[in-house]
């Protein structure tokens, strides 16, 4: 594959994250759905690790962690790395135990999107924001919300890969 | 696998842990204001979410307009009603005031007034999370705003605190948010307290009045206002109204869970106090 290339085919991933990226930060907020809005970023990083393997995952993951600490409020610059060590981890889940498929790309999903919620309660509860119970009211919801979005995401990326993923290019 | 480590992978984690550390640095030295790379990526994607925001404004008023048309109108008479009785109401406090200005002369007092600077925002975003309660607005320092300014709407109610400003934009932390934390004061009684975001009640669109007195006697529908204590934030913003006074787990102190006045989820423009000052 030229660079030519390369940089074509993650222009057009890029592409397709910038509805994904709109519908989670200005439009979804807009109309929570029993109090909780859904986290569509993980869902992408989680479909193009799928979908691409352990490297082109880690790259994106790192992509989508710098966009979220960037154009999000109150990051502190640790969902960078979280990203993209779950693309490395997802890439290589979906590579040897699991598939290149939706169900795979619904596990990897379900595990970094609770992992993160996980974090986030662990976070309340050093801090003493709230008894656990509050904070598993919060993070159940948008754990459940955010799954429902998954055969979206994928379905978006699935269409790009089979355009431009992979080494189709080449 | 094999691919990850041959393509130099642990290379795209070490910058990906840099980058983490890096942003990490600049959150914690640029408390308050954000770091250059937030400002650039927020800056430029000011335009998109004014756009984006003006367009679901707009599809909710067209919505709106279609479907409760009538609910419209009916609104339309009652604001109509209200708007007559509220003329009628400063005509009157017109002459209240003429005649507070007299007295105050006669009895030789000094008038206690603030001086409020404002500056108009749009509401451009909402959270992005369910773990805060923030707003974005269209404004920033470019326009004066700064970080610890306080937010109120048209009727002078409270919104929030703005908590990060960048160069076209900045963030609010709105009362019910875990972050807030304001002097506030309840007017029957004039029991003072610390008005704070809970996490169990800011699902809940509520907050806290905590370290209420002992002996304060509280009822449901008290109004409860910022204390202005420690000139940090103004005093005399309206916050909102008790809506019951309950005993910490510990059983050593007391709290008022508060409604707030700001209906946050309908916000459209808000006004930033740039700035105030107490003459005494």
């Known amino acids: 594959m030229t660079r030519r290339d390369f940089i074509r085919k993650w222009l057009v991933y890029a592409l397709g994250l910038l509805p994904v990226w709109l519908l989670d930060a200005y439009i979804l907020p807009r109309y929570p759905l029993y109090g909780a809005s859904p986290m569509l970023l993980p869902l992408a990083a989680a479909a193009v690790a799928v979908l691409e393997g352990a490297y082109s995952g880690t790259g994106f993951g790192l992509g989508v962690g710098l966009l979220w600490e960037l154009a999000y409020p109150g990051g502190f610059g640790g969902l960078v790395f979280f990203l993209a060590l779950a693309g490395m981890a997802m890439g290589a889940v979906s590579q040897y135990a699991l598939s290149q498929s939706f169900p795979g790309c619904f596990i990897c999903s379900a595990g970094v999107v609770g992992l993160l919620e996980l974090l986030r309660v662990a976070r309340g509860l050093l801090t003493n924001a709230a008894p656990l119970s509050a904070l598993l009211e919060a993070a159940a919801p948008e754990f459940l919300w955010s799954l429902a979005w998954t055969p979206l995401v994928w379905l978006l990326f699935r269409y790009i890969y089979n355009r431009v993923g992979g080494t189709k290019l080449a | ?280």
């Not at chain 2, 934030?233 to 007391?254: C, I, N």
């Not at chain 2, 409604?259 to 003459?279: C, G, H, N």
Request: with cysteine.
């Open chain 2, 1 to 280: 696998m094999k691919d990850f480590l041959r393509q130099n992978g642990i290379l795209l984690l070490v910058i990906a842990l840099l980058a983490s550390i890096l942003i990490g640095i600049c959150t914690f030295v640029l408390s308050g204001e954000a770091d250059p790379l937030s400002n650039i990526v927020n800056t430029v994607t000011a335009p998109v979410r004014g756009g984006i925001a003006a367009a679901a404004d707009w599809v909710e008023g067209a919505y709106a307009y279609v479907f409760h048309r009538g609910e419209l109108e009916d609104e339309l008479d009652a604001l109509r009603r209200q708007v007559g009785e509220l003329q009628e109401k400063v005509r009157q406090g017109e002459e209240a005031s003429r005649e507070n200005d007299q007295l105050r002369d006669l009895l030789g007092l000094q008038a206690r007034r603030r001086d409020f600077v404002f500056e108009a925002a749009k509401v451009t975003a909402r959270s992005t999370a369910n773990w805060e309660s923030t707003l974005t607005l269209s404004k920033g320092s470019t326009a004066g705003i700064e970080a610890g300014d306080c937010v109120v709407t048209q009727t002078g109610v409270l919104v929030g605190v703005v908590a990060e400003t960048g160069l076209n934009w900045s963030t609010v932390s709105t009362i019910i948010n875990t972050e807030t934390e304001i002097g506030g004061i309840v007017t029957r009684t004039y029991s003072a307290g610390v008005l704070e975001g809970d996490f169990a009640l800011m699902n809940e669109g509520k907050l806290k009045l905590n370290y209420l007195p002992e002996g304060a006697q509280l009822v449901s529908g008290d109004e409860v206002l910022t204390s202005g204590r420690g000139e940090v934030f103004p005093s005399g913003l309206e916050v909102g109204r008790v809506e019951g006074v309950f005993t910490d787990p510990s059983g050593q102190t007391r709290y008022a869970v508060v409604t707030p006045s700001v209906a946050l989820d309908s916000l459209i423009e808000v006004f930033v106090i740039k700035d105030f000052e107490i003459v005494e």
